[in-house]
């Protein structure tokens, strides 16, 4: 079998030309071995039909083998010129002849030193792109995390609404400036508070070296 690749034949066929000439060469030997099976049927029953005669089915046997193998190796050679010809003259696409998808780059021909170029800034621009959408994600999932924080910030805003207006029914005054006051007193309470516990624990270590 032809060791070239034969990549443009294979390009237009669909197929490598060694592959189609396997495949022909396999059905030729398959064909062979069973008209061999089918002569060795014959021969068989022509000696059933002879009386007296020797000749036992093993020695029909062996006989066929070697006529399969003298038929074999007559095939192969047969088979060898065979395929030359058709991978030189049927299966092979002369060096002058330009595929039509390929007639673009007799148009813009570049070497390989652009292609090189143009894979390396293709390969920047998909991890650009990639970044990009990675980016994107992350926008969107800070987008959804905002819209949860402005849905319950909207809750809480709604019930401070609710309470000032139950503290205005009752003449509390304004919820905002009451709740302003409040958070100062409980901080002037915790001063005082942690003031007291000082003085506590001053007061115990004073105890204990009494």
């Given amino acids: 079998m032809s060791v070239d690749p034969m990549v443009y034949e294979t390009q ?46 093993s020695q029909i046997r062996k006989c066929t083998e070697k006529f399969l193998l003298f038929m074999k190796e007559h095939f192969d050679k047969l088979f060898a010129k065979m395929e030359e010809m ?38 920047q621009l998909q991890q650009q ?39 205005r029914e009752h003449g509390a005054g304004n919820f905002r400036e009451s709740f302003a006051l409040l958070t100062q007193n409980s901080k002037k309470l915790q001063d005082v508070l942690k003031d007291v516990e000082e003085k506590s624990k001053k007061m115990k270590q004073g105890d204990q070296l009494m």
Avoid: W
């Avoid at 696409?93 to 090189?116: A, C, G, H, M, T």
């Fill in 86 to 123: 058709l991978l030189q003259l049927v299966l092979n696409i002369p060096k002058n002849v330009l595929l039509p998808e390929d007639r673009v780059q007799e148009q813009y021909p570049y070497s390989e030193e652009e292609f090189q170029a143009l894979q390396e800034e293709l390969r």
């Fill in 12 to 57: 237009f066929f669909g197929f490598t030309p060694q592959t189609c000439m396997l495949r022909v060469y396999i059905a030729f030997q398959d064909y062979l071995f069973e008209m061999m099976l089918v002569v060795e049927g014959v021969m068989l029953k022509k000696l059933d039909a002879i009386p007296g005669c020797k000749v036992s089915p």
């Fill in 129 to 167: 792109c990639r970044a990009e959408a990675a980016l994107e994600q992350a926008l969107r999932a800070e987008l959804e995390e905002q819209k949860v924080v402005k849905a319950e910030l909207e809750k809480i805003l709604q019930c401070f609404d609710g309470v000032e207006s139950i503290c």
